[in-house]
């Protein structure tokens, strides 16, 4: 019931769905270089669909609980990036190698501590906002010549940049450390 209340299967429905769809779209037959947009396009996708879970019904009643909340969030936060992380990485066994784990745990991890910032200041229902604007902006920026543009486009640099993850980095932990604390926004 837990669950059913934090929409957790209609995520889990929407994250496999757009994993399993964009990896059949990268489906071309070649053997060469996959373009880092469309993993993290599922991640953020996977990663968005999972954030409406991180408000409850009732945000008063879950304030007022007889459990603690910060160990309980934390563990939303970290189990979303983990889902969202395997869900991808379990489709790319079908076949097309979309990238690799690093880049996969890299993303989730940033993502997930940006949709977790997004529930803190702009409530569950807007938690999109920061992912989507991130990706947005990585999409239709030049490629990374200085450390600033680096940071802004994190999401799209090859895995072990460091750079790319130290931002992920502090945006995860950040994200699960503010989500955790403060909880979502009324």
Known sequence: MYARSRQVPASFAAVVISAVAVWA????????????????????????AASIGLGGQDLAL??????????????HVLLI?????AVLLAVQMMGEDLATTAFVVRGS?????????????FGAQ??????ISW????????????????VATWMLLPPGTTAGT???????????????????RR
């Open 109 to 121: 991890a940033g993502l997930t501590g940006l949709i977790a910032v997004g529930a803190t200041v």
């Open 25 to 48: 779209l990268a489906r071309d037959g070649s053997e060469g270089h996959v373009d880092p947009k469309l993993p993290a396009l599922v991640l953020a996708a996977g990663a968005v």
């Open 62 to 75: 879950d304030r007022t609980a007889a459990i603690r909340w910060v160990p309980r969030r934390a563990a």
């Open 135 to 150: 990706l947005s902006f990585s999409l239709f920026a030049p490629p990374p010549t200085d450390a600033p543009m680096e």
């Open 126 to 131: 807007y938690a999109w906002t920061l992912p």
């Open 166 to 184: 130290w931002t992920a980095l502090v945006l995860a932990v950040a994200g699960t450390a503010a989500y955790a604390v403060a909880g979502p």
């Open 81 to 85: 990036g983990a889902v969202v992380g």
